[in-house]
């Protein structure tokens, strides 16, 4: 049974930084590709940033130079570290996994999901 558990959410000013984390458990199927989505208030979800087991990463554009995706596989955990924080990076974020080295930037490509985790910036 795969979980997915993040953290890390909270409320912050603007300008100001954040950093999410993810434990993925019970994934046995190989090589994964972990990413970020995130969801605002009346809007549709949005991809962050993807990372696949090789280490290979992706943003969006409107995070890139500002959120770096990692992750720590001795801890099966994955980090979303987020700088430079604005009004519109308000949103639930999410992380998803998929099997294989495809990071698919679409959400109906990923099964397994964890329950998000609130970011509010003012």
């Known amino acids: 049974h795969v979980q997915l558990v993040e953290s890390g959410g909270g409320s912050v000013e603007a300008g100001g930084s954040l950093r999410l984390s993810c434990v993925v458990s019970?994934?046995?199927?190989?090589?994964?590709?972990i990413s970020w989505f995130r969801q605002g208030l009346g809007k549709g979800p949005e991809g962050v940033a993807t990372?696949?087991?090789?280490?290979?990463?992706t943003y969006a554009d409107s995070v890139k130079g500002r959120f770096t995706i990692s992750s720590d596989n001795a801890k099966n955990t994955l980090y979303l570290q987020m700088n430079s924080l604005n009004t519109e990076d308000t949103a639930m974020y999410y992380c998803?996994?998929?099997?294989?080295?495809?990071?698919?930037?679409?959400?109906?490509?990923?099964?397994?999901w964890g329950q998000g985790t609130q970011v509010t910036v003012s």
């Open positions: 990372i696949t087991s090789a280490g290979t990463t």
């Open positions: 998803a996994a998929r099997s294989g080295d495809y990071c698919s930037w679409s959400p109906g490509d990923y099964i397994y």
């Open positions: 019970g994934y046995t199927l190989g090589n994964i590709c």
